[in-house]
């Protein structure tokens, strides 16, 4: 028995490309009609990159023949406008938020690799390159929110514009967005779906920004909705994949940039982070977790190795204390110094 429910069931198995997304929950499906044993869906999608649609084509129309007694299926695409920027060629790099320069999402396959310590620290030592260019960090990572903590303000709480718009905390002279900010105690944030992708446009587009060079986002680990909510809201000019040399944490982290590469966001490069132990008594680095993959992983995906941050007792600290270590001149900071420098260069997308 063709029903819609029953076809809408099959086609929550279906994923975006690149995504562990469902194209029903993200809401892609706009209406399903049963004439007989004929079946047309249409579908609304944001990007003009044809291999999007052709896979989603040959994905949804595979499962719904496969049903017994169906005739014919019919897909119906309506392109809606992407972000301005995003337009599906990967070549513009615009942001769309008015008054910010440059977009800079931090991303990872896995958790705990160190995202957030090097989203905080890059903002930090982006702020601190010539001409002292203003930086703006909006934490995306709704579901454990650490940007608070590192800026050392998780007491603070936004307050509002008279146009309703979030105005940023400011700390170190970068303008901050968490939903550390939003919370009042350390309960988990339970905010699913639509919530979560609300979240995560309020804190792009309802926040008062303002004129930024840099707009750095930390994004959850993994490949799910908030990262295709964020690349959907704004045109993000590239993305730093941050990973550790160990190998499962490599095979993560390209499933991130892969992610990226479908949605034609360029992948900026790679930083490998816990590179090594520094040790604080003999200055000496080891290399705990193996040595090149880092160097490895960036060959594989055609993009440079933008740096290697050693770990260090100093760096979690600075971070537990709410006072980045990029702000000193250890050497860590400067290894941090030198990745701003190197992304201060004009963005060249990499030729497909
Ligand atoms: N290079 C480093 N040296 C020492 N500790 C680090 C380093 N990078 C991250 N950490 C610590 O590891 C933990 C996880 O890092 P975090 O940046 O929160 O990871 P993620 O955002 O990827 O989950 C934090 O306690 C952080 O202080
Ligand atoms: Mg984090």
Not at 54 to 73: P, R, T
Not at 124 to 131: I, N, P
Not at 167 to 183: D, N, Q, R, V
């Amino acid at each position: 028995m063709i029903n819609e429910t029953a076809i809408r069931d099959i086609l929550s198995s279906i994923n975006y490309p690149g995504f562990s997304r469902d194209i029903v929950s993200f809401g892609l499906i706009k209406s399903i009609s049963i004439a007989g044993i004929d079946i047309t869906v249409k579908l609304e999608l944001a990007t003009r990159d044809p291999e999007i649609a052709q896979q989603i084509h040959a994905d949804v129309e595979g499962a719904l023949s496969s049903i017994d007694g169906v005739g014919k299926v019919s897909l119906d695409f309506d392109i809606k406008d992407p972000p301005e920027g995003n337009d599906g060629s990967g070549s513009v790099n615009r942001s769309s938020i008015p008054g910010i320069a440059k977009v800079i999402a931090i991303a990872s396959g896995k958790g705990g690799v160190g995202k957030s310590t090097v989203a905080a620290n890059l903002a930090v030592a982006l702020s601190r390159q010539e001409g002292s260019p203003r930086v703006g960090l909006c934490d995306c990572d709704l579901y454990g929110p650490s940007i608070a903590l590192m800026f050392g303000r998780e007491d603070a709480r936004p307050m509002a514009t008279e146009q309703n718009e979030i105005i940023p905390i400011e700390a170190h002279g970068i303008k901050l967005m968490s939903m550390g900010f939003l919370l009042d105690d350390q309960s988990p944030v339970i905010v699913r779906g639509p919530l979560a992708t609300r979240y995560t446009q309020q804190f792009l587009r309802g926040c008062s920004w303002g004129e930024l060079d840099y707009l750095v986002i930390d994004l959850p680990p993994g490949t799910g909705d908030i990262q295709l909510t964020v690349v959907q809201t704004v045109a993000v000019d590239g993305v730093i994949v941050v990973t550790t040399p160990q190998e499962m944490a490599l095979i993560d982290a390209r499933k991130a940039a892969s992610m990226f590469a479908k949605v034609n966001v360029p992948i900026l490069g790679v930083i490998e982070n816990m590179s090594s132990f520094l040790c604080p008594s003999d200055g000496i680095h080891y290399a705990i977790f193996g040595e090149g993959g880092g160097q490895k992983e960036a060959l594989r995906l055609g993009v440079p190795l933008l740096g290697q941050i050693p770990i260090e007792m100093d760096t979690r600290k600075a971070g537990d204390a709410g006072i980045p270590v990029a702000l000193g001149d250890s050497e860590t900071a400067r290894a941090f110094l030198h990745i701003a420098e190197k992304l201060a260069e004009p963005i060249i997308t990499p030729s497909a």
